[in-house]
């Protein structure tokens, strides 16, 4: 799983351990999709929901992240550290746009991490899917797909960690379209309960 400074200055960026809570937001975490009795995933788009919704995104980001120790493990300890991130912009005539996201701290080996976004809106089913691949794995994971209601998108999809089904959901909230806040969480029982695992805030370089 879960979006530049001088490559050089990548593995010279600090991270740091802090002691928190992993709190999920007291608001609904299901937005748009239901979860059938068969566990299934049923996703619709909001009623606004346009090609448009991520061309905010475009340019050159830095971002301070938040990533959750352990994961579904009752963790509350949270690393901090810093990363850069490139958006393509609108591309595909207008339906989908890509990123690239660094930073010199790595948790599997240390060396330099990069993530590929790829963000594409189906024009009949009016649903943006995001797919993430990193260059630890070299895989796609499964899409999260959704939508926009207003400026706050939730996305989706069934995957498994540690073995076990889980509900990733991102979050991503433009209301500042230069210091958007990024977010993933993981639910282990259908929807029910909820854990923040990762986050991010983006800043635009001018």
Known sequence: MATFLPAAALFILPFTFVRAQAVVPD??????????????????????????????????????????????????????????????????????????FKTGYNQVNGTLYEGLTVRIFDPETKLWSLYWVDSNTGKMDPPVVGSFEGNVGRFYCKDTFNDKPVIVMFKWDKTDKDNPVWSQAFSPDNGKTWEMNLTNVSHRVK
């Not at 979860?35 to 049923?42: F, H, K, R």
């Not at 990533?67 to 550290?81: D, F, G």
Request: glycine letters at 6%; a negative charge.
């Open 27 to 100: 608001e609904p975490m299901l937005v748009n999709v239901v979860v059938t009795p068969a566990g299934d995933l049923q996703i619709t788009p909001s009623s606004t929901s346009s090609k448009n919704d991520f061309d905010f995104l475009a340019g050159k980001w830095t971002m301070h992240n938040k990533r959750l120790k352990a994961r579904l493990a009752n963790s509350h300890e949270w690393v901090e550290y810093e990363s850069t991130d490139e958006n393509s912009g609108p591309i595909l005539n207008g339906i989908s746009n890509t990123d690239i």
